[in-house]
Every structure is written in structure tokens, then in C-alpha cells.
């Protein structure tokens, strides 16, 4: 499978790790604004054959490639998408799937039109005990999940362009947390009220701090609370996790830490006796691995016709959850989440 990769900066680096582990897969071309900068990607990754430039049209005229991966900034994402479709490529994108409602569906609707795979790289799904989490949840061993609760609390420095945009915890990061919380529970947004705020001790321009309420549906809620600037006790980059079931409590402590009890029988006083459960290995069926199992996947699906996990028209429901709770960070209402995105 040829593919072109568009964006050269330092997240291509995850995506060139993970490519050149996969046999079947040759990185034809890279396209950035700054040449020098993909001819140095190039040079790193020893891609000695891959054509170098700066535009994409051009780029995919000469080489014909199957995919296009792209990694370039979300505001240029629709343009690399019309691209990538227009010259009958499929396309795997780094997250957000667009920066706004309105590209993002016309995203879709031109891959659906082109008839081309299109997919996102949401890759928190592939991380293990995500995996491990709903595959128990849907074992039915503490009940169906009732409420879910995340906390991400980093400090990170970025620098750079991070620290001057709007709705910084939100745009940039949110989306990995609300699509696990998606994925885990098995629930479709329904509303969502948030309130942004800007904390004394912030580096950031706006929107480092954020807490959310999501409707599940059914009686299903989701509570975020997270912050960019929240030096000591961090959380994993996974976030921190309690999922309240109808029989039990599951905790993730975003690293290895994976517990659950259940309700036993009996009571302490007014309390119901709980009892430790074991939440199962991972199964040899799931997908893990990050860039590179979304990779895979994605490839998978190019080769058997089928649809990718992170496929468009599904994460667009996760990024529907970014941009409900930035319209009521900004309105200060509640929001309705439209249940086509």
C-alpha cells in the first residue's frame, strides 16, 4: 500500500514509528509547507524514495498513491481531505477529525461521496485496559454502567501555539477522554452542560480548565473534570477513571491500576457488603497499540472492504461532544448534541 504523509512536524514521528513497522506499507511521499523540514523527516526515517514538497496535489499527481496520512494542523484538515479524495486516495487523520461542525461533515460527506475509507486516529481506544474495561462492562459482571466519571488533571508546557489558542483543554485534548468514555460505556452524547474557566496559576490564554456534564441517555451520565495547569498529583495521560455500574464500581487509575467490586450479599449497617472481582486479561481479539494498531485497522479495512473502528462517521459523534460543551462554555446553557452529529 503506497501512501503519502502530509505534515512533517513532530507528530508525524509517531506515525513514521508505527509505519515502518508494517510490512505491505511504503511511505511514497511527504508534503509539508516547510520542505526542508520533510526533507529532514525523510533523511531521519530513511525514506530514501519518498518524494519531498510542499504541495499535496502535486505531491499525489506524481506519486498515486492508495492513502494519504494526514498530520497537518486542524484548521487545514478540510483541504488535505478534499485532496485526498479528489486524487480516489482513503485517508487516516490525526485527531480532530475537523475544527469545526460544519467541516467535519462536509468531511464525511465527501469521502461517502468518493467511496473512500476515511477514518480517525483516536488511539486511546487502543489502549489496553480501555479494552479490558469494555469487555468486562459488556460481560455484565457489575451491572450496565449508570455513571461514568473522568478526571485529567496535567501540567504540561508546551509552549508554542497550545498556550495562545481558545478552548485549549477542550479543543486539544478532550476528545480522547470523551471518546473512551463513549467507547467504555457504550453511550451516545445526548446534551452536555460545561463551564470553562481560567485558573490564577495559568499559563494559558484561555480554556485550560474545564468541567462537563454529559446525558448518556437512558438514565447514563458522564461528569469530566480536567485542567492543563494543575501542577501535583497528576493524573495518567489516560485520565482517571470510576465507572459506577447497577451492581458494582469499576477504578482505573490510567496506568495499571484496575479494580472492581461488586455487590455481595448481607450488609454493613446501612451499607451493602461489597466484594473484589477480577476484571479480565486482554482478550487476543482486541486491538491495541496506538498509531499502530489504528494503522492496521485502517488497512484492514482498505484491503476487506470493510469499516475501521475509528472510522469518520462514527468519531464525528465524539467530536459533536468537543464542540456541545464549547458552545455551553460559551452560552452558559445547556447544550443538545444532535444524534447525527
Known amino acids: 500500500m503506497k501512501v503519502v504523509l502530509v505534515g512533517c512536524g513532530a507528530m508525524s514521528r509517531q506515525w513514521l514509528d508505527a509505519a515502518r513497522q508494517i510490512d505491505g506499507l511504503a511511505i511514497v511521499g511527504l508534503v509539508d509547507l516547510d520542505a526542508e523540514r520533510a526533507q529532514a523527516r525523510a533523511r531521519e526515517y530513511n525514506l530514501t524514495n519518498a518524494v519531498i514538497g510542499t504541495s499535496l496535489d502535486a505531491i499525489l499527481d506524481q506519486t498515486r498513491p492508495d492513502a494519504v496520512f494526514d498530520v497537518v494542523v486542524p484548521a487545514a484538515r478540510r483541504d488535505v481531505a478534499f485532496s485526498a479524495f479528489a486524487h480516489h486516495c482513503h485517508l487516516l487523520t490525526e485527531k480532530p477529525l475537523a475544527d469545526s461542525p460544519d467541516n467535519a461533515r462536509a468531511i464525511i460527506e465527501a469521502a461517502r461521496q468518493a467511496g473512500r475509507v476515511h477514518a480517525v486516529v ?8 480501555v479494552r479490558r474495561i469494555r469487555r468486562f462492562l459488556d460481560s455484565g459482571a457489575i451491572g450496565a454502567p449508570t455513571s461514568i466519571h473522568a478526571d485529567f488533571f496535567v501540567a504540561p508546557h508546551f509552549g508554542g501555539f497550545r498556550e495562545e489558542m481558545a478552548h485549549v483543554l477542550l479543543l486539544d485534548m478532550a476528545i480522547h477522554t470523551f471518546d473512551a468514555a463513549r467507547y467504555m460505556a457504550g453511550g451516545e452524547p445526548a446534551s452536555v452542560y460545561c463551564q470553562e474557566w481560567e ?22 451520565v458522564f461528569t469530566y473534570a480536567g485542567s492543563w495547569c494543575a501542577d501535583g498529583f497528576r493524573t495518567s495521560w489516560e485520565g482517571s477513571w470510576r465507572i459506577v455500574a447497577e451492581r458494582g464500581s469499576l477504578l482505573w487509575d490510567g496506568h495499571d491500576g484496575l479494580k472492581a467490586q461488586v455487590v455481595g450479599s448481607g450488609r454493613d449497617g446501612i451499607i451493602d457488603k461489597t466484594q473484589p472481582i477480577e476484571v479480565p486479561s486482554l482478550d487476543p481479539a482486541d486491538q491495541v497499540g496506538g498509531h499502530l494498531g489504528i494503522i492496521k485497522d485502517f488497512m484492514r479495512a482498505i484491503e476487506t472492504g470493510t469499516e475501521p473502528e475509528t472510522r469518520g462517521t462514527d ?3 465524539s467530536l459533536a461532544m468537543v464542540f456541545g460543551a464549547i458552545e455551553s462554555a460559551e452560552t452558559g446553557r445547556r447544550v443538545a448534541i444532535a444524534k447525527d452529529a
Open 122 to 129: 483516536q488511539n486511546r481506544r487502543y489502549v489496553a485496559n
Open 199 to 220: 485558573p490564577a496559576n495559568s499559563w494559558y490564554r484561555q480554556g485550560s480548565s474545564a468541567s462537563a456534564v454529559f446525558d448518556f441517555g437512558g438514565g447514563k
Open 315 to 317: 468519531n464525528i459523534k
